[in-house]
T-cell receptor, first 111, second 113 residues
Framework: ELKVEQNPLFLSMQEGKNYTIYCNYSTTSDRLYWYRQDPGKSLESLFVLLSNGAVKQEGRLMASLDTKARLSTLHITAAVHDLSATYFCAVDMVLADKLIFGTGTRLQVFP | DTGVSQDPRHKITKRGQNVTFRCDPISEHNRLYWYRQTLGQGPEFLTYFQNEAQLEKSRLLSDRFSAERPKGSFSTLEIQRTEQGDSAMYLC???????????FGPGTRLTVT
């Protein structure tokens, strides 16, 4: 059974600081997704990582994928309050299309 | 707006009642997915359709749950004899063959009292 684990589960960080969220998964997959969710809202797609070594950046967020280590990271640079949200990574199983989500990382950025 | 839409956005029902939710995917998307999300958790897969065919159902989808996509366009998710444990956000997503990214709708929040 594919399992996806994120850490930390909760992150409180000061504006201007850098931090990394980690996403580990248990079985082979070549596709890794990052989503953002604001309270009471649906999921917004941030990144789709489709191959080993893939790196994508958008604004203050950068995501990478290491399929050999079964690890993805979401790096936050110089955090701002608007980044406060819950971030989910998700993996889809080989030959299947359903997404298996991690437990989420709740990010809170304070002044 | 050409995104995924869901109706209703909120539903409060009494235990034992039946409820039905609707999802309209992005128009050219042939794949449609249903997920359930409880408070503080990530979404859990329920079922998915490719066109009108229901290709996979999760073990979470008990016999009280049924989903349809009769013409390969919109989909409905029905829950019969609701229980308090059914209270959750029900999310619909759609995607296009060969394009892996799934686009999520706003969700239907179900509260069973």
């Amino acid at each position: 059974e594919l399992k996806v684990e994120q850490n930390p589960l909760f992150l409180s960080m000061q504006e201007g600081k850098n931090y990394t969220i980690y996403c580990n998964y248990s079985t082979t997959s070549d596709r890794l997704y990052w989503y953002r969710q604001d309270p009471g809202k649906s999921l917004e797609s941030l990144f789709v990582l489709l191959s080993n070594g893939a790196v994508k950046q958008e604004g203050r967020l950068m995501a990478s994928l290491d399929t050999k280590a079964r690890l993805s990271t979401l790096h936050i640079t110089a955090a701002v309050h608007d980044l406060s949200a819950t971030y989910f990574c998700a993996v889809d199983m080989v030959l299947a299309d359903k997404l298996i989500f991690g437990t989420g990382t709740r990010l809170q950025v304070f002044p | 707006d050409t995104g995924v839409s869901q109706d209703p956005r909120h539903k409060i029902t009494k235990r034992g009642q039946n409820v039905t939710f609707r999802c309209d995917p992005i128009s050219e998307h042939n794949r449609l997915y249903w997920y359930r999300q409880t408070l503080g958790q990530g979404p859990e897969f329920l079922t998915y359709f490719q066109n009108e065919a229901q290709l996979e159902k999760s073990r979470l989808l008990s016999d009280r749950f049924s989903a349809e996509r009769p013409k390969g366009s919109f989909s409905t998710l029905e829950i019969q004899r609701t229980e308090q444990g059914d209270s959750a956000m029900y999310l619909c997503a759609s995607s296009l063959d060969g394009v892996y990214e799934q686009y999520f709708g706003p969700g239907t929040r179900l509260t069973v009292t």
